[in-house]
């Protein structure tokens, strides 16, 4: 039995409420509360931070931590640096993240400057591509050009080889990973469900997504590797997939973010009157 690895897949790590947050990023969004208690707890039960390094060198998995898991952070966003960054130091935790270089010094996103600093506490960089775009229909011709300018800028700008590479939108195929192959990338990642081991296909290594409605029961089941969790997120993967297919993946945001607007002023309105409540029977 090949031993396992969890790849955990963050976006932005920000106060709820705060302006640095588009609204079709709060639905990924993890409070910054939330995440120190996740890392705390991976501290506090024997969980040791990989790298890009370990799972590409690595031969033989007896040279593994005993319980390996690898932390993922998409977009570049600005808490990445000044959250994110902070406390894994503190931790003395390792992580990577994919930047989307069209991005880099925009409004609430990283800087170069700040992703050298980043560099420098040994956090890995990879690309999450030049304009964060869907690709899985993208041309063989407009795929070289995406994964190969990403790739080139960030080597340039950081002085160091780019070997990793996370598929923006989530949606995975083949043509995209036998372009990044043709690219020099060593590592692509998905937004599919489950966890890899040292000889997964390393052209669709699989991650599990941390959203800011996961309570710490199922950070732990995920954590933990728990089968029957992991296949219902899998199992729900595949119907979110079916679903970009038939409606395309701007009229699945458009459903997915006015579902949680609805369920947001639900919570609001339970919250008020619950207040009310309290306040009355003062």
């Not at 199992?235 to 297919?245: A, E, H, S, T």
Request: aromatic share 10%; proline share 2%; glycine share 6%.
């Amino acid at each position: 039995m090949f031993k396992r690895i969890t790849v955990l897949r963050y976006h932005s790590v920000e106060f709820e409420d705060s302006i640095r947050l588009r609204y079709d990023e709060k639905f990924y969004n993890v409070t910054p509360e939330a995440f120190r208690s996740q890392m705390q707890y991976l501290k506090d039960n024997g969980f040791t931070t990989i790298s890009l390094n370990d799972l590409l060198f690595i031969e033989n998995e007896d040279k593994l931590p005993k319980k390996p898991i690898l932390l993922t952070f998409d977009d570049g966003h600005i808490s990445h640096y000044d959250t994110v960054l902070p406390i894994l130091k503190e931790l003395g935790f390792r992580g990577t993240f994919f930047l989307v270089v069209n991005d880099m010094g925009r409004p609430n996103r990283v800087s170069w400057n700040q992703v050298q600093l980043m560099k420098k506490n040994k956090m890995d960089i990879g690309s999450h591509g030049v304009h964060h775009e869907i690709m899985h229909k993208y041309s063989y011709q407009n795929l070289i050009i995406e994964l190969k300018s990403s790739k080139l800028e960030l080597e340039e700008k950081l002085g160091e080889e780019i070997v990793s590479f996370a598929i923006p939108r989530g949606l995975y195929s083949h043509k995209i990973s036998n372009v990044a192959r043709g690219m020099g990338y060593k590592l692509v990642f998905t937004s599919s469900a489950g966890n890899i081991n040292l000889y997964s296909n390393p052209y669709c290594l699989r991650r599990m997504g941390v959203r800011r409605d996961y309570s710490m029961g199922v950070f732990k089941s995920i954590v933990n590797m728990e089968t029957s969790y992991i296949l219902k997120r899998r199992l729900g993967q595949l119907c979110k997939d079916m679903v970009k297919n038939i409606v395309g993946i701007k009229n699945y945001t458009s459903l997915k973010n006015s579902i949680f607007l609805r369920n947001k002023s639900v919570s609001s309105k339970k919250i008020n009157i619950h207040t009310e409540r309290v306040v009355y029977e003062k």
